[in-house]
């Protein structure tokens, strides 16, 4: 933002002259190249080098990253509740549509299995 010459500098918002407003952005805007030691590399003093496991966070933090996540869960939680109601099919009970949570399935499963195999013995 340039200033007329009629204009004073405390009719800017946020109390910083021209010139001061130009070097800060100029400040942010370089890049420091420093190497790092041994390595030859260069890096800016501005973005620091994040480890495996931030830039794994950051990754995960985004709305399409958490989006597609989403998604796959839904699939994977969808496909283990087909396979449970396809197991339920096979397990004999009366009333034979009663409704069973799926840990009495598969007690009731372990049961029926036994109970074959019992039958095979004989």
Sequence with gaps: MMLSPDQADSDLGWG???A???LNDL???CLS????EGEGKTRSLAQPTLSREEKRRRRRATAKYRSAHATRERIRVE???VAFAELRKLLPTLPPD?????IEILRLAICYISYLN???DV
């Design 16 to 18: 910083q002259s021209d």
């Design 20 to 22: 001061e407003s130009v």
């Design 27 to 29: 400040k942010v805007g």
């Design 33 to 36: 190249d420093e190497t790092m």
């Design 79 to 81: 496909a283990f509740n």
């Design 98 to 102: 009663k409704k069973l949570s799926k």
């Design 118 to 120: 019992h039958v095979l």
